[in-house]
């Protein structure tokens, strides 16, 4: 059974910057994919970004795309988000979630999430 561990979230300003991460351990399928979403209260759940670890190819959402990178480190099977320029629409849980294949941003087979890391942007 393989846990998702998502940390990094927490309080700022607007403008302000936060790095989530996370953690993943176990082992990657070669189609295995990585992906960031999240949820506000009372708002259907949004994809973030998508990378798939073996290209290594990254989608992100038209929303965060020119502030958000995806990024990986296999050694530690870890994955990152960084987040710039924040903004109070950002506020959400965002969850981690991994899967054994992806189409672009959607995860397709095989998925698991993570409990989620809460972005309060002000």
């Known amino acids: 059974h393989v846990q998702l561990v998502e940390s990094g979230g927490g309080s700022v300003e607007a403008g302000g910057s936060l790095r989530l991460s996370c953690a993943a351990p176990?082992?990657?399928?070669?189609?295995?994919?990585m992906g960031w979403f999240r949820q506000a209260p009372g708002k259907e759940r949004e994809g973030i970004a998508t990378?798939?670890?073996?290209?290594?190819?990254?989608e992100y959402a038209d929303s965060v795309k020119d502030r958000f990178t995806i990024s990986q480190n296999n050694a530690i099977n870890t994955v990152y988000l960084q987040m710039n320029n924040l903004k109070p629409e950002d506020s959400a849980m965002y969850y981690c979630?991994?899967?054994?294949?992806?189409?672009?941003?959607?995860?397709?087979?095989?998925?698991?999430w993570g409990q989620g890391t809460q972005v309060t942007v002000s």
């Open positions: 979630a991994s899967a054994t294949s992806c189409h672009g941003i959607e995860l397709v087979e095989g998925i698991r």
């Open positions: 176990g082992h990657y399928s070669t189609r295995a994919c």
């Open positions: 990378i798939h670890t073996s290209i290594p190819e990254t």
